[in-house]
T-cell receptor, first 110, second 112 residues
C-alpha cells in the first residue's frame, strides 16, 4: 500500500542514548517533514526537507538531526536522548494535494 | 513564522447536532488551510482543505469557510455521528504545503 511507513512504533530509551527513527515513503514526494505531538500543543515541526540533499529546521529542531540522501527516506536522529523528548513523532510527506502522515512512533525517554 | 490558534480544545455534541471548530492564523501570506482528523493511535488524515482564492468549500457533511481579511477559518460538521469523534487539527502554510503549522487540536466527542 502506498503511504508513509515509520519504524519503530514504540521505543523506550535511557537518558543519553541515541537512536534513529526511520521514515520511508513510496509516493515520490519531494517534501518530507518530522513533527512531534505533545498533549495540548498539537503538532510541532522539527525538521523538513524539500528534496534529496536539502534539509532545514522547523520550530523545535534542538536535539534532533536529519539527512535526506534519497527521495524515499528521511530518518530522524536523536543524538543524546532527554526526558523532554518523550513524545509521539510523526513523519509526513506531501505534494500539492496535501500531507500524508505515518502512523507515528511513541518514544519514552526515562 | 506562522502561528495558528484553534478553539475550542474540547467539544461535546449530541448525535445529529452540528459542530464548529475555529482557527485563526497570523501570517497574511499563508494561502493553504487544511483540516486533519486524528483517530486514536493513528496519524492525522486530511479531510478537507481550502485555498485562499475561495471562501467556502463543502464535501458532504463537512465544510470549511475562510475569511482572509480577518485571518480566520472554520470547520463545520453537520449531522454529526459517533464515528466523527476524534481530534481535529487545523493548519496553515504558504506555497505548496511547505513548513505547515498546526493548531493545538480539538477533541470532538459525539454522544449517541
Amino acid at each position: 500500500n502506498a503511504g508513509v511507513t515509520q519504524t519503530p512504533k514504540f521505543q523506550v530509551l535511557k537518558t543519553g542514548q541515541s537512536m534513529t527513527l526511520q521514515c520511508a515513503q513510496d509516493m515520490n514526494h519531494e517534501y518530507m517533514s518530522w513533527y512531534r505531538q505533545d498533549p495540548g500543543m498539537g503538532l510541532r515541526l522539527i525538521h523538513y526537507s524539500v528534496g534529496a540533499g536539502i534539509t532545514d529546521q522547523g520550530e523545535v529542531p534542538n536535539g534532533y538531526n536529519v539527512s535526506r540522501s534519497t527521495t524515499e527516506d528521511f530518518p530522524l536522529r536523536l543524538l543524546s536522548a532527554a526526558p523532554s523528548q518523550t513524545s509521539v513523532y510523526f513523519c509526513a510527506s506531501s505534494d500539492t494535494r496535501g500531507y500524508t502522515f505515518g502512523s507515528g512512533t511513541r518514544l519514552t525517554v526515562v | 513564522g506562522e502561528n495558528v490558534e484553534q478553539h475550542p480544545s474540547t467539544l461535546s455534541v449530541q448525535e445529529g447536532d452540528s459542530a464548529v471548530i475555529k482557527c485563526t492564523y497570523s501570517d497574511s501570506a499563508s494561502n493553504y488551510f487544511p483540516w486533519y482528523k486524528q483517530e486514536l493511535g493513528k496519524g492525522p488524515q486530511l479531510i478537507i482543505d481550502i485555498r485562499s482564492n475561495v471562501g467556502e468549500k463543502k464535501d458532504q457533511r463537512i465544510a470549511v469557510t475562510l475569511n482572509k481579511t480577518a485571518k480566520h477559518f472554520s470547520l463545520h460538521i453537520t449531522e454529526t455521528q459517533p464515528e466523527d469523534s476524534a481530534v481535529y487539527f487545523c493548519a496553515a502554510s504558504f506555497m505548496d504545503n511547505n513548513d505547515m503549522r498546526f493548531g493545538a487540536g480539538t477533541r470532538l466527542t459525539v454522544k449517541p
